[in-house]
């Protein structure tokens, strides 16, 4: 969501931060600003709007200084203005902050200093922060605002500058991520390790409840207590080509075309053929407590929540163990029972979404075993996890995600078949899956070469206002992804449904401007869905059906047909869903929307 930068040492700050939000865009984001120490005192420039606009700003009223700290803001309290846009300042403008999170006792705080003088200047849960530090008691910036937060409620990463400690910035952070880069003789400070990519690979990841002080002689991490903690210094393993457009028009479409080397980098060097099985082990799970697992608990957000309905499946189909999938935003205010051999799955391409880090404290908390499935190395639910699975699919830098997805999918195969393998599976029955999945990076290159029948056929579709996503079994969480992708950039309604479900009210949609997409791959209730597709028809529905090549011809009930190559049912998912990305992303295109930073949304959600 919010972006944050700080930077200290012998260069001009602004040009480091302003660059350093930039890196920062695809989080999504309404607002921007710096403040900079520019050796006379604090300076800030901000405004609403994007960050072309606080370029121009600087243009007009230059900064300059070597310590300073930037933000992108995602409104949540206060609309998007000038004035509630970051940093804030304290009330002799002496103080200056940045945060991401929210502030649930703001209201509460805000009464009480203004009962004691504070003059507020926004509508924002942020300032009531830079005003307790100005009252806070301490002979450092660092123990004021340790003596400040010891006030507040909810979630923070925040950084502080301040003239009376003119070379230095404060960082702390609960439940918003915050890191530090380190480099030759200067210091960074990001929400997002992109932001520092420029400068270093070298970064410290904060935990929950660290408070840093960062000079340009060092660093030092601190507890609430002000006793100094040891924190191990993270080599970042990408590199800027990674979050750069390569020729692509967006990110988006750049993401979806990686699809078959992101879903090599998720198998590679996992699979055991001869053995027929998998080599997680980073999951941190012995054979003896493969078998110990009674039940399976998915916890998830969007799109990953999306992954663990196929996961669920699989797992249940590999492992033949029950599982639930949970809205993680869901689980974490219900009271889970504390069930023995409980093993909770936590899902998070960014490894920071907010309701699934707590949702994962909550499983930890009944004793449940957690393993996550990340992309970000170093993220907060990796190091919070008993165990777990990188995907290793590279950043993502689209809003609308779609490699994490496929992705998610395939660590999903993996764990089911290190399951499997353990709890009865054959070692006939793992090679014949690995086999497979040896096959599957090419498949996606096939599926990836019906662009063009998908561009036309977004040209067809690009003025609808509604639109129904029918799969059954493993895809209906395939007609769900796609509904929400075409929501998410095109701003059409969507809404997926299991097709045997259309009949019990969704099928009082259907007319002749109702485009409904049927997935209907080669699999055991394939001949259902042609059932389903023929009372669409029926009713004068514009039937688009995925299918799989071999399938036979649908031409007599459907207006379009795409067929992605034929695969074992597991992996239809990984491939029926290609589609489905590109048909969204082209109505986008064509609807002029902003494909990489839809209205209203975030990357990575570490609010509630």
């Known amino acids: 969501m919010c972006g944050i930068v700080g930077y200290v040492g012998p260069r001009d700050a602004v040009s480091v931060l302003v660059e350093g939000l930039s890196r ?32 121009e700003l600087l243009a007009r009223a230059p900064l300059s200084g070597t310590c300073g700290i930037g933000h992108t803001r995602w409104a949540t309290h206060g609309a998007p203005t000038e004035r509630n846009a970051h940093p804030h300042t304290d009330c002799g403008g002496t103080v200056a902050l940045v945060h991401n999170g929210i502030i649930e006792n ?4 805000r009464g009480r200093l203004s009962d004691s003088g504070h003059r507020f200047e926004t509508d924002t849960d942020t300032e009531v922060l830079v005003h307790l530090i100005e009252e806070s008691p301490g002979a450092t910036l660092e123990e004021r605002v340790i003596t400040a937060l010891d006030h507040v409620e909810g979630t923070y990463g925040i950084a502080v500058v301040a003239e009376a400690d003119p070379h230095k910035i404060v960082v702390a952070r609960r439940g918003s991520p915050v890191l530090l880069g380190v480099g030759d003789g200067e210091f960074l400070v990001a929400s997002d390790a ?9 970064v410290v990841y904060l935990n929950d409840g660290d408070v840093a002080v960062v000079t340009p002689e060092g660093y030092r991490v601190l507890d609430r207590e002000a006793r100094e903690q040891e924190r191990a210094v993270d080599a970042i393993e990408w590199d800027l080509d990674a979050i750069a457009l390569g020729g692509y028009p967006h990110f988006m479409l ?5 699809q078959a080397e992101t879903v090599r980098s998720t198998l ?23 078998g110990d697992i009674q039940r399976v608990v998915i916890v998830a957000c969007g799109t990953s929540w999306h992954a663990g309905l196929v996961g669920r499946l699989i797992i249940e189909d590999l492992a033949r163990l029950p599982v639930s999938v ?6 974490r205010y219900r009271r889970p029972l504390p069930l023995p051999g409980t093993l909770t799955i936590a ?27 990340v992309n970000v190395v170093g993220s907060t639910i990796a190091r919070e996890a008993d165990g777990g699975i990188y995907l290793h699919a590279g950043p993502e830098i689209g809003v609308a ?15 089911g078949l290190y399951l499997g393998r353990r709890r009865g599976l054959s070692v006939e029955q793992g090679r014949e899956l690995v086999a497979q999945l040896v096959r599957l990076p090419e498949l996606v290159e096939s599926a990836l070469a019906l662009e063009p029948q998908v561009r036309a056929l977004a040209e067809r579709y690009a003025d609808a206002r509604n639109a129904l996503y029918l799969g059954r079994g493993l895809n209906f969480p395939v007609a769900l992804e796609g509904a929400l992708k075409l929501k998410e950039i095109s701003y059409i309604h969507a809404e997926g449904y299991p097709a045997a479900e259309m009949k019990h009210g969704p099928i009082a949609l259907i007319d002749e401007s109702m485009p409904v997409v049927c997935l209907a791959p080669h699999d055991a209730v394939y001949r259902k869905v042609v059932s389903n597709m023929q009372e669409v028809r029926a009713r004068g529905g514009r039937i688009i059906a995925i299918t799989s090549a071999g399938n036979g011809d649908l031409s007599h009930l459907a207006d379009h047909q795409i067929a992605v190559p034929p695969s074992p049912p597991l992996l239809a998912p990984v491939l029926t869903v290609i589609p489905l990305q590109l048909l969204a992303y082209h109505i986008a295109v064509l609807r002029g929307c902003d494909v990489d930073r839809p209205r209203n949304l975030a990357k990575s959600v570490t609010v509630e």
């Open 24 to 55: 920062l865009e695809y989080r999504g984001y309404d607002s921007a600003g710096v403040a900079v120490l520019n050796g006379g005192g604090l300076a800030t420039r901000k405004l609403a709007g994007r960050l072309g606009g606080l370029r």
């Open 106 to 109: 703001a209201d509460l705080l």
């Open 194 to 202: 992109s932001a520092v990519l420029d400068h270093t690979r070298s």
């Open 254 to 258: 750049k993401e979806i075309c990686e």
């Open 268 to 290: 590679r060097g996992r699979l055991l053929a001869a053995n027929g099985t998998a080599r997680l082990n980073g999951l941190n799970l012995t054979s003896a407590q493969c």
């Open 326 to 331: 949970e809205y993680a935003s869901e689980y």
């Open 347 to 373: 899902i998070s391409q960014s490894g920071e979404t907010a309701d699934t880090l707590e949702a994962l404290r909550a499983a930890k908390a009944t004793g449940s075993r957690v393993v996550g499935l």
């Open 401 to 415: 995600s779609t490699k994490a997805f496929t992705a998610q999918v395939v660590a999903l195969l993996l764990l």
